[in-house]
């Protein structure tokens, strides 16, 4: 039965809730073929991209995230120009390839502007040879029109779920938090010409295993050139903590994690898909698993020291009390452990963007 699925070229909804729900050796099968798929199509290379998280200032106030603005149990910080500087210089020596700036959703000229400029600086400092992505919230095409011209290539900006309902249990009620708006966003990015990155939480509460397979879908139907997804993880300040009594055990929301990456390799052979921080927050080898099921990316944080512990999305960050120096150890060891490849000093982009 399930073989019958893995051997298909399209899958319906009701075989990815099949694939959603396979355990043991059904399981194992599904892990198997996407290993396959995933060799064939992008190889055993993973790619790097330096994390730089610019700011945990937030004007959103998302339920599920350690930053929201309402939260006043954090030190808000923003990290110096030259600190940035100071990191993708560290990526481009250490031959990472690429960084992610990622930061707390801000739209003003400032912020606009310091991307700009920043985004600008790091091709400068690199002769042009570190890639770039933004993963800075929901902005106006202008805003992202301008960051595209400055240099950034690839934008990542999850949809979070791809279910109106559940979207709207998950934020406040406003203007600012709108479902229409980030599907608009995703749109106007891929038409400026970034590679368009989107992905979701695995294991919210309220989220059925129907909705993950619409999640799945919905990647598809959109044609998404790069995907980041991993586990909700609680955290304690934040008003979604009160609902942690609904959730799935931890460890069963990291396995479905890695059956989700598993299956979207089987629907979209040729896409980048990070194994995100998040997976390693439960259980070390979650980020192994992932890169065994189909990951191919891996974004190492390389914020300053001293701004990590501030800068907690969720409880229990791996990564916060290291130097940038033994995250890039620890790759090393994490791509042994996983039986890949990293590609030091490549791009890698996503295939299926080029192939458009
Ligand atoms: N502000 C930007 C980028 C930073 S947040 C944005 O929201 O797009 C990046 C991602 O962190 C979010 O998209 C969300 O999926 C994830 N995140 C936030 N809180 C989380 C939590 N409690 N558990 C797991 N992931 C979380
Ligand atoms: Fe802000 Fe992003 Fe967190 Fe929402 S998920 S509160 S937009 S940092």
Not at 210 to 233: R, S, V
Not at 293 to 301: K, R, S, Y
């Amino acid at each position: 039965m399930i073989n019958e699925i893995l051997n298909k070229d399209s899958f319906s909804k009701q075989d990815i809730i099949t694939l959603l729900k396979a355990e043991g050796d059904d399981m194992k099968l599904l892990f198997e073929k996407s290993a396959e798929i995933k060799q064939k199509y992008v190889g055993n290379k993973v790619y790097l991209r330096g994390l730089i998280e610019l700011s945990n200032i937030c004007s959103k106030n998302c339920y599920y995230c350690g930053i929201r603005r309402d939260n006043n149990n954090i030190q808000r910080f923003l990290i110096r120009d030259e600190e940035v500087l100071e990191a993708a210089k560290f990526a481009f020596e250490k031959k990472f390839g690429s960084v992610v700036i990622q930061t707390g959703e801000l739209q003003s000229i400032k912020n606009t502007k310091r991307i700009e400029s920043l985004v600008k600086e790091i091709k400068e400092l690199s002769n042009g040879k570190l890639g770039i992505t933004l993963s800075c919230g929901e902005q106006t095409e202008d805003v992202y029109r301008r960051w595209y011209e400055a240099g950034a290539h690839r934008y990542l900006l999850r949809i979070e779920t791809s279910n109106k309902k559940l979207y709207s249990r998950l934020h406040p009620k406003d203007k600012l938090h709108k479902w229409e708006k980030r599907i608009e966003c995703l749109h106007l990015l891929k038409k400026l010409g970034f590679q368009t990155g989107t992905g979701i939480m695995i294991g919210l509460p309220y989220q059925k295993i129907e909705y993950l397979a619409d999640d799945l879908l919905f990647m598809k139907e959109f044609d998404i050139d790069m995907c980041g997804m991993g586990p909700y993880i609680e955290h304690p300040d934040t008003p979604m903590f009160k609902k942690r009594h609904l959730l799935l055990p931890i460890e069963e929301r990291l396995k479905l994690s890695i059956k989700m990456l598993a299956i979207l390799r089987l629907i979209m052979k040729d896409i980048n898909m990070a194994a995100t921080t998040a997976l390693q927050a439960i259980n070390i080898e979650g980020r192994a698993d992932a890169i065994r099921a189909g990951a191919n990316i891996l974004m190492p944080n390389i914020t300053p020291g001293i701004y990590r512990n501030s800068y907690k999305l969720y409880d229990n960050k791996p990564g916060t009390n290291e130097n940038a120096e033994d995250s890039a150890a620890n790759l090393a060891q994490l791509a042994r452990l996983a039986g890949a490849e990293i590609g030091y000093g490549e791009w890698g982009d996503s295939k299926r963007f080029m192939g458009r």
